[in-house]
């Protein structure tokens, strides 16, 4: 046993330190690239091959399906998708903030339970919490039965199979994103800034405007980009909310590939969606880094 080593050296420890990060992350690295980037890949290849005269592919090259894309018609559906699912991003903020406020604001005791309830619906399916929308909004459904029980007498509104009720069913299940997003910069911000400002004679609009709203925009811009991204490749909610009468990006995608059988087209619109979608969040992550950073500046000052 003598002259043997029962320790190891110093750089042999430093060694492992140094490698032990990407061990850690191997498993997970090698998840998201067998079951993201590969199919990812495989989805973009088949965009730049020919349909199959029954469908299909045939391995034979070509840029159409990406001329196709641009095509008026189906750019007018990217658009429409574009503009519902900025809708569902607004309403989803304007509704999320309040309540991440009041979270944020409530005592420490009682801020887990809140964001319990907060979170709950992810509880249940998203199948399960869609279709309690189509029990609430029909015609003869809980909120109608609740009119005439207050002495409405007219016509059943129609609420389903409309833009409102996507919308809605969009806000409803991605709401919790926001609310979390935004309570995590609300949570850290410093309460000595709004005595500050208090000290300095602004008001509590004032406060809230100059000193806590734009210093939680990173938040704001995190949950808004989750509600987007969600929202416009989505072709649940407006095929049971909307009764297929608004076609989206994520409808389009689908029937090209189990209706049309039409696979390379599918896949060109599949990969520009996703583009979309990668373009968004590094923009998120750009300004979020920015704002970071400016933050850091002021306060070396």
Known sequence: MRGRRLWPRGSEIVSFNATRPTLLAAPGVAWLVAFMVVPCLLVLSYAFFQRGVWGGVEYTFTLENFARVADPLYAKIFLNSARIALTATVVAILIAYPAAYAISRAPRMTQPILLFFAVLPFWS?????????????????????????????????????????VITGLVYNYLPFVILAIYS?????N??????????????????????????????????????????????TPAL????????????????????????????????????????????ARATAHASGERKGEAER
């Open 125 to 165: 399916n998203y199948l399960i919490r869609t279709y309690a929308w189509i029990v609430l909004l029909n015609r003869e459904g809980l909120i109608n039965n609740l009119l005439r029980a207050l002495g409405y007498t007219g016509e059943p509104l129609s609420m389903l199979y409309t833009e409102s009720a």
């Open 185 to 189: 910069t609300l949570s850290r911000l």
């Open 241 to 284: 909310l909307g009764g297929g009468r608004f076609q989206m990006v994520g409808n389009l995608v689908y029937d090209q590939f189990l209706t049309a059988n039409d696979w390379p087209f599918g896949a060109a619109l599949g990969a520009a969606l996703i583009l979309t979608m990668i373009v968004l969040l590094l923009l998120q």
């Open 191 to 236: 309460p000595e800034l709004m005595e500050a400002s208090r000290d300095l004679g602004a008001g509590p609009v004032r406060t809230f405007l100059r000193v806590t709203l734009p210093l939680t925009l990173p938040g704001v811009a995190a949950g808004g980009v989750f509600v987007f991204v969600l929202s416009i490749g989505n072709f649940v």
